[in-house]
């Protein structure tokens, strides 16, 4: 008898009409559910290589020949390449700093037996769960008086405050998940815990460092209340330069079709390139083991 | 006795180099006791200086008059005037209302809506990493791009919904022009932004569901209701937990979608706290009327995030 054979589904008529009418209702529901959750990305980057009376008519034209006017428009009405660098230079910092204090944190919390991990860690995680807005009177202050304000040091200083907390508590999940043993067979072998910490837990903690490190890097780049109130022309970050359009008379769309597609390729390329331990950190919580 | 001789019970001198003239100050034990600590200097000095000195610092501004408008005022001490001042304001109690209604309102809607979705994409086990992969994307977007991408839809005469609308025959809306239906717009946004993360979370948690308790209940001849409620809903309790509790958090602060759909308006319909906020600090420049709100949005977000840790604790 030929093993590899798909057994015979042998469930009466009716139990198996009726798994097959419900997996075709969820193929339904899943088809519904990408159409919707791609969709209005989907017409925003459509409108933006429309001229901008296309993206005006109505009904909506689907059928156009592309142009990428929109995207001259966005660059030449003021300095976007520049920032588009000030995001990415205060990203780059933020998570730089973040993880560094974050992996040192989490090994902390997740080797040393001491007294006070607990309450330690337990600290670091509620002082995250005040609203930002509580701080935004203070750091405006604050950045007033150290002649702070419209630098890329102010963002980057708030941001890594904001950051830490999380790149400490996911990387701390992802050393934990890490055999006990690695580190004692090291202190063994008599290196210190620097050692330790730099050559054997670093290096498999490479994929746990990627999705910490794109996490905070993507937290960075969608931050609008505090780079609103802190910059003002120079270190300006694309949330704030995004939101600048609607504010005009006559919004042109396409040309916030441009910006904003801009604006989000690159947190699309980096969710999907990290996408399956970004899951693994977000569910980590809810779903034990 | 103690003539520079070691003792049994001394801490050791560490051995230092021939002609070193330097000495170990600090013994071995304690440096090792120390060590944990100096690991966590970095964050904990990050968090105690940038996150826990400015509350400090908006509890002193709360208790002061710091009115931009009243540059002579300023610093001037006035107790609890703020907060007394704050409860005679009707603006206060419109956004308090808008703000419940608002967290509430799309929290329940992100639950029943991810929910009932991966109950059934459950089904769907080979498309699970494509499935998975859609979800984490758009609660990962740029708010504020997205509030630009909702906006244009929402468009009163060219946006794709009041087309759809028109095409079903019915009248087109101006969705951001009444207070009722700029909320609900709003909120729609917002839903859209974040059940994709319910979604995730809970089809993960379904699909760590182990088969036992199924297959027995089946033998015991239970339906396919009971089985959901008195197996399913029980064994996701901890994941339902932190998804509803995750959701509440941040949909609680939500700043950036409202902003830029509405600013607050029509008519302070969408004018939550921390929207509340922001216009009274940077559009009016009343920073110690702002701060006493802010403190006051903290404590509550305080007992919402105390009531979190709890149960993730208890959960453990």
Same mark, same amino acid.
């Given at each position: 008898m030929n093993t590899l054979a798909t057994k015979k589904d042998t469930r009466p008529r009716g139990v198996r009409m009726a798994a097959l009418s419900e997996n075709l209702l969820a193929k339904l529901v899943l088809l519904v559910f990408v159409l919707v959750t791609i969709f209005p990305a989907l017409w925003m980057f459509l409108t933006s290589i429309k001229t901008h009376l296309q993206a005006f008519t109505v009904p909506p034209v689907w059928i156009f020949a592309p142009t990428l006017q929109a995207y001259f428009n966005v660059f030449q009405r003021e300095p976007f390449a520049r920032f588009f660098a000030n995001s990415l230079v205060i990203a780059f910092a933020t998570t730089a700093l973040s993880l560094t204090a974050g992996a040192l944190a989490a090994y902390s919390l997740s080797v040393f037996r001491f007294r006070g991990a607990n309450v330690i860690g337990f600290a670091i995680l509620a002082i995250r769960m005040m609203p930002p807005v509580s701080t935004v009177v203070p750091m405006y202050l604050t950045m007033k008086q150290l002649n702070l304000i419209d630098t890329h040091l102010a963002l980057i200083l708030v941001y890594t405050a904001f950051n830490v907390s999380f790149a400490t508590w996911l990387l701390k999940g992802f050393i934990d998940a890490l055999p006990k043993d690695l580190v004692d067979c090291? %202190?063994?072998?008599?290196?210190?815990?620097?050692?330790? &910490? %730099?050559?054997?837990?670093?290096? %498999?903690?490479?994929?746990?460092?990627?999705?910490?490190?794109? &996490?905070?890097?993507?937290?960075?780049?969608?931050? &609008?209340m505090f780079a609103m109130v802190l910059t003002t022309t120079q270190a300006k970050t694309l949330p704030v330069v995004a939101?600048?359009?609607i504010t005009e008379e006559g919004v042109l769309w396409n040309n916030v079709g441009a910006a904003g597609t801009l604006i989000l390729l690159p947190v699309i390329v980096f969710s999907l390139l990290v996408q399956k331990h970004l899951v693994r950190g977000m569910t980590a919580?809810?779903?034990?083991g | 006795m103690t003539d520079g001789a070691l003792q049994p019970n001394m801490p050791r001198p560490t051995p230092t180099s021939v002609g070193s003239t330097t000495r170990r100050v600090i013994s071995p034990s304690l440096a090792r006791a120390v060590q944990p600590y100096v690991w966590l200097v970095p964050t904990v000095g990050i968090l105690l200086?940038?996150?826990?000195?400015?509350?400090?610092?908006?509890?002193?501004?709360? $208790?002061h008059s710091w009115d931009l408008n009243r540059p002579a005022e @300023?610093?001037?001490?006035?107790?609890?005037?703020?907060?007394?001042?704050?409860?005679?304001?009707?603006? $206060?109690?419109?956004?308090?209302?808008?703000?419940?209604?608002?967290?509430?309102?799309?929290?329940?809607?992100?639950f029943v809506i991810g929910f009932g979705m991966a109950l059934i994409l459950d089904k769907l086990v080979r498309l699970k990493s494509f499935i998975r992969t859609l979800c984490i994307l758009p609660m990962l977007l740029t708010p504020v791009v997205v509030a630009l991408m909702w906006k244009f839809l929402w468009a009163p005469k060219f946006g794709f919904i009041?087309?759809? @609308?028109?095409?079903?025959? +019915?009248?087109? @809306?101006?969705?951001?022009? *009444?207070?009722l239906t =700029?909320?609900?717009?709003?909120?729609?946004?917002?839903?859209?932004?974040?059940?994709s993360f319910v979604v995730l979370v809970l089809l993960a948690a379904l699909q760590a569901l182990p088969d036992e308790p199924y297959e027995a209940a089946r033998i015991d001849g239970a339906g396919k209701? *009971?089985?959901?409620?008195? @197996?399913?809903?029980?064994?996701?309790?901890? =994941?339902? +937990?932190?998804?509803?509790?995750?959701?509440?958090?941040? =949909? $609680?602060?939500? $700043?950036?979608?409202?902003?830029?759909?509405?600013?607050?308006?029509?008519v302070n319909a969408t004018l939550t706290l921390s929207v509340y906020i922001y216009r009274l600090a940077f559009r009016y420049w009343e920073l110690g009327f702002a701060s006493a709100l802010a403190w006051v949005m903290l404590i509550i977000s305080m007992a919402i995030s105390i009531v979190y840790l709890m149960v993730l604790r208890r959960s453990d």
């Open positions: 090291g %202190l063994v072998d008599g290196c210190t815990h620097l050692q330790a &910490f %730099l050559r054997i837990i670093m290096p %498999l903690m490479a994929p746990g460092l990627a999705a910490t490190a794109v &996490f905070t890097y993507i937290l960075s780049w969608n931050d &609008f939101s600048g359009y919580g809810a779903v034990k | 200086l940038l996150l826990f000195y400015p509350l400090l610092y908006s509890l002193y501004l709360s $208790f @300023i610093g001037r001490f006035v107790g609890l005037n703020n907060y007394l001042r704050l409860l005679r304001v009707e603006e $206060f109690w419109e956004s308090l209302k808008v703000t419940l209604v608002w967290t509430f309102g799309s929290v329940l809607a992100e009041n087309y759809l @609308i028109s095409v079903l025959g +019915l009248a087109p @809306i101006d969705w951001f022009s *009444q207070p =700029a909320l609900g717009a709003v909120m729609t946004t917002e839903v859209w932004h974040n059940t209701v *009971q089985a959901f409620l008195y @197996i399913t809903v029980p064994l996701l309790m901890p =994941a339902i +937990l932190v998804v509803l509790i995750f959701r509440t958090i941040f =949909a $609680f602060r939500a $700043f950036d979608l409202i902003w830029v759909l509405t600013g607050g308006g029509p």
